[in-house]
């Protein structure tokens, strides 16, 4: 008696894919993520602006947060050394206790309370009415009008405005800070 294989498969039939199977998916995977690349460029943006907002808005709570519990002034400033104020916002900031005189133009630095290093990657703060100089809490929470015209927005985005979308931070003279999406 003679038993026989069982097995589905021929002799001479090999498990596996052809050379032509395996082109076609690697064409539709290609296809897939071509349409799919711009999805992520987006997302990523839109990941990265809404941090660098979120830093923005978390160091202005400290520093009216600061300015309520020390019951002194506290100031946020452009700085590019993290020492003293001066620069470009998109270059760093810091939050400092503030010895000068409330109503004046200038930051007096007298303790740094925090450093930010600034935008990441090719972000950008932009605000058509331009951004403040400063922005000084005072030890009652609300902010000193001596560092531009209320309320500050603060908005980043991406240069040209790429995906039509931001992030805007806005500060009013009471203290209050909100983030918020814009479109361009």
């Known amino acids: 008696m003679k038993i026989q294989n069982s097995s589905a498969l021929g002799s001479d039939q090999t498990a596996g894919f052809s050379l032509i199977e395996l082109m076609v998916t690697i064409a539709i995977l290609a296809i897939l993520l071509t349409l799919a690349a711009p999805s992520f460029q987006r997302l990523i943006a839109t990941n990265r602006m809404a941090g660098s907002a979120n830093e923005l808005l978390g ?3 400290l520093g009216r947060n600061e300015a309520l519990k020390r019951r002194i002034p506290v100031s946020l400033c452009p700085s590019t050394d993290g020492v003293t104020c001066g620069g470009n916002w998109a270059d760093g900031w810091i939050v400092t206790v503030d010895d000068s005189v409330v109503g004046t133009g ?16 090719d972000l950008e703060f932009d605000d058509p009415g331009g951004l403040p100089t400063f922005v000084r809490f005072l030890p009652d929470g609300r902010v000193d009008a001596a560092g531009g015209t209320f309320p500050y927005d603060f908005q980043v985005r991406l240069p040209s405005c790429r995906f039509n979308v931001g992030r805007e931070v806005e500060i009013v003279r009471t203290g209050r800070s909100s983030v918020r999406e814009i479109t361009c």
């Open 59 to 61: 160091s202005m709570q």
């Open 106 to 121: 200038t930051v007096s630095v007298d303790q740094v309370l925090r450093v930010w290093d600034g935008l990441r990657g």
